[in-house]
Nanobody
């Protein structure tokens, strides 16, 4: 059974940075595209970014381009989300997700597995 474990969340001041990590286990990591989503209080979960199985293709939500960067290390079964210049509007629970899909795909919906989430709070 695939399991995803996020870490790296916390409290950060506006303008600060955080790097989230998500460790994948239970299957062959390289068969899965990975994505990051977030859910702010009182809002629906939204897509942030995804990365293809090999890490060569990425797809960002328009509002996240430039400040967020996704990467993956298939030797460590880990996907990362580097977040810079954070604002209070970035406060949310951040989830990683895995999708068993074809090479090169960067899905925005329909993920097969989800982590439990990690809280990111941006506040002075």
């Amino acid at each position: 059974q695939v399991q995803l474990a996020e870490s790296g969340g916390g409290l950060v001041q506006p303008g600060g940075s955080l790097r989230l990590s998500c460790v994948f286990s239970g299957d062959t990591f390289g068969r899965y595209a990975m994505g990051w989503f977030r859910q702010a209080p009182g809002q629906t979960r939204e897509f942030v970014v995804s990365i293809s199985r090999g890490g060569t293709v990425t797809h960002y939500a328009d509002s996240k381009k430039g400040r967020f960067k996704i990467s993956r290390d298939n030797t460590k079964n880990t996907v990362y989300l580097q977040m810079n210049n954070l604002t209070p509007e970035d406060t949310a629970v951040y989830y990683c997700a895995a999708d068993f899909t074809v090479s090169g795909a960067t899905p925005t919906t329909g993920y097969d597995y989800w982590g439990q989430g990690t809280q990111v709070t941006v506040s002075a």
